[in-house]
Every structure is written in C-alpha cells, then in structure tokens.
C-alpha cells in the first residue's frame, strides 16, 4: 500500500535557519504530493502541493520540488521565522486507490526560537 | 463562507457512552472525509463519502459509523466509545476527489473516552 515517510521531529532552530524537512514515498500509482501545515489548536492547512514529476510547489517562502526518481517532495524554506512553529505533514493522493483520499506522514513538528 | 465546521470542539465520555460528531461545509463539494490524528502516526482515514447518500471504509473504520444524508453534512457516530477511540477527529471536503486537489480540514473535535 501507499505510505508516506517524514523525518522525526522535533527540528528546532533559530530564526532565519534554514529549513529542510524529509519526505519520501511509495505509491502503487503516479501520485499528487502535498505538504500541509498544522498551527497549533487548529485544523490543518494546505502549503503547498505538486501534480506530477519535476513540478516545484511554494508558498509563504516555502519550496518542495516533486522528485519520481527519489520518491521524495521535502520542504524547504531559507529563512524561517518564530510564526513557522507548527506541525508540518506530507501527503499525497494516489488515482490508483479510487478513494480520493490522503496518505498522511507521521508529521514533523518545527519550534523556531528568537 | 464558514468553510469546513466542526460541532463539537470537545468531549468527554465515558467507556460504552455513543455520540455523533457532526461535520458541515457550505463549499458545495461532493467527497468528504472522516480522519483522526494520533501522536506519532499522522492522520489516518476512517470513512469517506463520495456523494450524498454514499459512504465507503477507510484505513480504521472499526468501530464507527457513518452517514451522509445531505451533501453537506457528514456524520461519524460511534456506538459504543472505547478508550482506544481517544483521538482528535478531522473532518475534511474535496469537489470532486480529482488526484491533486485540495481538501480542506475542519478545526477538529478532541475525543476523550475515560
């Protein structure tokens, strides 16, 4: 089955870091990659997302580019600020299952300091 | 718009107790989902809906029940609560499930089941 890998958290740093956060993953089918984000006593948010093969999502200074020959989207932004804490997920959606629906990763939880 | 809405925000029960969680949006959309989030494992599927009156399994559907009676509602009802059921619940729509579209998440529902 479809999963989704995303490096252990929690990844601390200082304000204007830079930020890479891992993802990998396996899919029976030729999957969309999404990274959302998940500010605290809220919902979660899209990112940013990419459809197909060499696409580059971004927003808010956020990147990830969508590797096929990897199996990898990792995020990155260069200089991260103290209102980036949140819980960051990749997903991604696989038209080979039929149901439309998210494979989430385990989440990668970012503390910036001042 | 309100978007995805969530009723309610939080709740306490006690072993065997049911209640319903209630998920509404006024986008208009077809596919909605039912997910919950533990720590560590990410969110995870547990029923979805791909028109009203439709409901199919997720990844973790033991344990719940679903009904969609008008598009815009979802419900996930849970007979008999367990402690294992002690999760944040996440309700999220998509138009039309195409791969790569967005879904958009509710606030959550926090469950704790004594």
């Known amino acids: 089955g479809d999963s989704v890998t995303q490096m252990e958290g929690p990844v601390t740093l200082s304000e204007e870091a830079f930020l890479t956060i891992n993802c990998t993953y396996t899919?029976?089918?030729?999957?969309?990659l999404f990274w959302y984000v998940q500010y605290p006593g809220e919902g979660l948010q899209l990112l940013l997302k990419?459809?197909?093969?060499?696409d580059k999502g971004s927003n808010k200074g956020f990147e990830a580019t969508y590797r096929k020959e990897t199996t990898s989207f990792h995020l990155e932004k260069g200089s991260v600020q103290v209102s980036d804490s949140a819980v960051y997920f990749c997903?991604?959606?696989?038209?080979?299952?039929?149901?439309?629906?998210?494979?989430f990763g385990s989440g990668t939880r970012l503390q910036v300091q001042p | 718009n309100a978007g995805v809405t969530q009723t309610p925000k939080f709740r306490v029960l006690k072993t065997g107790q049911s209640m319903t969680l209630l998920c509404a949006q006024d986008?208009?959309?077809?596919?909605m989902y039912w997910y919950r989030q533990d720590p560590g494992m990410g969110l995870r599927l547990i029923h979805y809906?791909?028109?009203?009156?439709?409901?199919a399994k997720g990844e973790v559907p033991d344990g719940y029940n679903v009904s969609r009676l008008k598009k815009q509602n979802f419900l996930l009802g849970l007979e008999s609560a367990a402690p294992s059921q002690t999760s944040v619940y996440f309700c999220?729509?998509?138009?039309?499930?195409?791969?790569?579209?967005?879904?958009?998440f509710g606030p959550g529902t926090r469950l704790l089941v004594l």
């Open positions: 990419a459809t197909k093969a060499d």
């Open positions: 999220a729509s998509s138009y039309s499930g195409v791969t790569g579209e967005t879904q958009y």
């Open positions: 986008m208009n959309h077809e596919y």
């Open positions: 809906s791909v028109g009203e009156g439709t409901t």
């Open positions: 997903a991604l959606s696989d038209p080979d299952t039929g149901r439309r629906a998210l494979t």
């Open positions: 899919a029976t089918g030729y999957p969309s």
